[in-house]
C-alpha cells in the first residue's frame, strides 16, 4: 500500500489504522485455528467409541450376526474409522502449523508397520475387489517414531486404495534398504495425476481441483511429508 500526500499526522494515523485492523484479523484466524482445533478435538473420542463398539458387535458379543450383517457393520466401521483418520490429519496440521508435533526416536520395524497398514484395510480392499501386495526385505529398521510411521503408511495406503479401481485393483507396498535409506514404495494402477499436478501432491490442500476422479480434503499426503522429513527421511 502506497501513501501520498497529506501531513505527518495523517499518515500516522492511516497506519494506526492498518495496524489495528491486521492486530484484529490475526486475532480472528487464531479463533479460527482454536475453533477447529476444539471441534476435531472433540470428534475423535466418539468416532473411536463407535469403532469399539462395532468391533464388540462383529466379534458376537451381543449375539451371533449374519454374515450380512457382519458385512454391513464392516462397511460402517470402515466408514467411521476413515472419517477418524481425516480428523486425525486435520489435528496434526494444526499441530503442525504451531509447531506443536513431538517425536519419541526408536527402532522401528518398517515390515511390521506395512503389516499393520494393510491388515487395518483388509476388508474394505476385499470389498472393493482391490488386491493389497507387498514386497519387503526383512529387518528394514530405521528410528523413527512409531506412532508417526504408522500414520505414514496408513495415510499412503488409504491414498493408494481410494484411486485404484474396484475390481482387479492393485495396491503394492515395497520397502527396501537403498543408500544408507529405507525406500518406500507405495503403487497402485490406478489412473494417475496429470504431470502438471504432481509437484504439488504432497502440498497442503495441493491436488487441482478436478485433477482425480476421487475427492478427497488434500491434507493427508502433505502431513506424510511433513512427518517424513522431520524425522530425517526425504
Same mark, same amino acid.
Given at each position: 500500500?502506497? +501513501? #501520498? ?7 500516522? @494515523?492511516?497506519?494506526?489504522?492498518f ?14 485455528d482454536?475453533?477447529?482445533? $476444539? ?6 473420542? *466418539? ?16 449375539? *451371533?450376526?449374519?454374515?450380512?450383517? #457382519? ?11 476413515? &472419517? ?5 490429519? $486435520? ?13 519419541? $526416536? ?11 497398514? &494393510? ?7 476385499? %470389498?472393493?475387489?482391490?488386491?493389497? @501386495? ?19 503408511f ?10 485404484? /479401481? #474396484?475390481? @482387479?485393483?492393485?495396491?503394492? +507396498? ?5 543408500d544408507?535409506f529405507? @525406500? ?6 490406478? *489412473?494417475?495425476? *496429470?504431470?502438471?499436478? %504432481?509437484?504439488?501432491?504432497? %502440498?497442503?490442500?495441493?491436488? /487441482?481441483?478436478?485433477?482425480?476422479p ?8 502433505? +502431513? +506424510? ?10
Amino acid at each position: 500500500i502506497r +501513501v #501520498s500526500g497529506g501531513t505527518s499526522r495523517e499518515v500516522q @494515523e492511516l497506519a494506526d489504522v492498518f495496524n489495528g485492523m491486521a492486530a484484529r484479523l490475526g486475532e480472528l484466524d487464531r479463533l479460527k485455528d482454536d475453533i477447529f482445533t $476444539m471441534v476435531t478435538h472433540d470428534l475423535r473420542t *466418539p468416532l473411536a467409541s463407535i469403532t469399539s463398539v462395532i468391533d464388540v458387535l462383529r466379534e458376537g458379543g451381543r449375539g *451371533p450376526l449374519s454374515p450380512v450383517q #457382519s458385512d454391513y457393520l464392516g462397511i460402517v466401521r470402515e466408514n467411521v474409522f476413515g &472419517l477418524l483418520r481425516y480428523v486425525n490429519d $486435520m489435528l496434526d496440521m494444526a499441530k503442525i502449523k504451531a509447531g506443536k508435533v513431538t517425536y519419541r $526416536m526408536e527402532a522401528v520395524d518398517l515390515a511390521a508397520a506395512v503389516e499393520r497398514a &494393510l491388515q487395518l484395510f483388509g476388508t474394505l480392499a476385499q %470389498q472393493k475387489g482391490v488386491a493389497l @501386495e507387498k514386497e519387503i526385505t526383512p529387518r528394514s529398521t530405521v528410528r523413527a517414531d512409531r506412532e508417526k510411521v504408522d500414520h505414514i503408511f496408513t495415510n499412503l495406503v488409504s491414498n493408494a486404495l481410494k484411486h485404484a /479401481p #474396484s475390481e @482387479e485393483g492393485r495396491v503394492r +507396498v515395497e520397502v527396501h534398504p537403498r543408500d544408507g535409506f529405507v @525406500e518406500v514404495r507405495v503403487i497402485d494402477n490406478g *489412473p494417475g495425476l *496429470p504431470e502438471e499436478g %504432481q509437484d504439488r501432491l504432497f %502440498q497442503k490442500f495441493g491436488v /487441482p481441483a478436478g485433477s482425480s476422479p476421487v475427492r478427497g480434503a488434500g491434507v493427508g499426503l502433505f +502431513v +506424510v511429508r511433513t512427518f517424513v522429513s522431520a524425522q530425517g527421511g526425504r
